[in-house]
C-alpha cells in the first residue's frame, strides 16, 4: 500500500483514520491473541487503503499504565507528530504504508517513547503470523524495560 504525502498528513491531521483502543494487561498484552487482535484490525483498516492505529493501555504491575500502539504510517514518527513530517519529507513523493510499534510511558526511556517498523502493510497482509511474532517479542521487551526501570527507581528511593 502506497499514499501521497501530502494525503497521509492531510488525513492523520483531520482525524481521517480508524482507531481503536482496549485496556489490558502486561499478561494478555505478552499472549499471541492479543497481538492478534491489533493486527487483524490494522490488517482489515489497510485493506481498504485506510490508515489506522490500535492502541493498548496495559495496566502495569505499579505505576503509571503503558500505551502500546501499532500505527500506520509512512515515517517511524508517533502519528501525533505529523506536522514533523511536513519538514522531513517531500509532500508530493509516494511512499511505502508501514505498521510501526510505539510504545510511550515516562518509565520506557529519557524520551519516554520507542518507535519500530513491525512491517510493511503489505508483509503484514502476506505473513501475518511472522509480523505477529515479531510484535509480540518487540512488546515483551518494551514492558520488561518499563518494569526494571520502575524497580530501579523503586530501589534508588530506598
Given at each position: 500500500?502506497?499514499?501521497?504525502?501530502?494525503?497521509?498528513?492531510?488525513?492523520?491531521?483531520?482525524?481521517?483514520?480508524?482507531?481503536?483502543?482496549?485496556?489490558?494487561?502486561?499478561?494478555?498484552?505478552?499472549?499471541?491473541?492479543?497481538?492478534?487482535?491489533?493486527?487483524?484490525?490494522?490488517?482489515?483498516?489497510?485493506?481498504?487503503?485506510?490508515?489506522?492505529?490500535?492502541?493498548?493501555?496495559?495496566?502495569?504491575?505499579?505505576?503509571?499504565?503503558?500505551?502500546?500502539?501499532?500505527?500506520?504510517?509512512?515515517?517511524?514518527?508517533?502519528?501525533?507528530?505529523?506536522?514533523?513530517?511536513?519538514?522531513?519529507?517531500?509532500?508530493?513523493?509516494?511512499r511505502e504504508v508501514?505498521?510501526?510499534?510505539?510504545?510511550?510511558?515516562?518509565?520506557?526511556?529519557?524520551?519516554?517513547?520507542?518507535?519500530d517498523l513491525c512491517?510493511?502493510v503489505t508483509a503484514?497482509?502476506?505473513?501475518?503470523?511472522?509480523?505477529?511474532?515479531?510484535?509480540?517479542?518487540?512488546?515483551?521487551?518494551?514492558?520488561?524495560?518499563?518494569?526494571?526501570?520502575?524497580?530501579?527507581?523503586?530501589?534508588?528511593?530506598?
Amino acid at each position: 500500500m502506497k499514499i501521497n504525502v501530502q494525503t497521509f498528513v492531510d488525513q492523520i491531521l483531520g482525524d481521517q483514520f480508524k482507531t481503536k483502543t482496549e485496556q489490558t494487561t502486561v499478561a494478555k498484552i505478552e499472549k499471541e491473541t492479543t497481538i492478534k487482535t491489533g493486527l487483524d484490525y490494522i490488517s482489515q483498516i489497510t485493506s481498504g487503503n485506510e490508515l489506522a492505529q490500535f492502541e493498548w493501555s496495559v495496566k502495569m504491575p505499579d505505576g503509571d499504565d503503558a500505551s502500546v500502539r501499532l500505527e500506520t504510517s509512512v515515517i517511524n514518527l508517533p502519528l501525533q507528530d505529523t506536522k514533523t513530517i511536513t519538514k522531513i519529507l517531500e509532500l508530493d513523493q509516494e511512499r511505502e504504508v508501514n505498521v510501526y510499534l510505539v510504545c510511550e510511558t515516562p518509565d520506557l526511556n529519557r524520551s519516554g517513547l520507542r518507535i519500530d517498523l513491525c512491517a510493511s502493510v503489505t508483509a503484514l497482509i502476506d505473513d501475518q503470523a511472522s509480523v505477529t511474532k515479531l510484535a509480540q517479542e518487540w512488546i515483551k521487551t518494551q514492558l520488561a524495560t518499563i518494569q526494571t526501570n520502575r524497580d530501579e527507581k523503586k530501589a534508588e528511593k530506598k
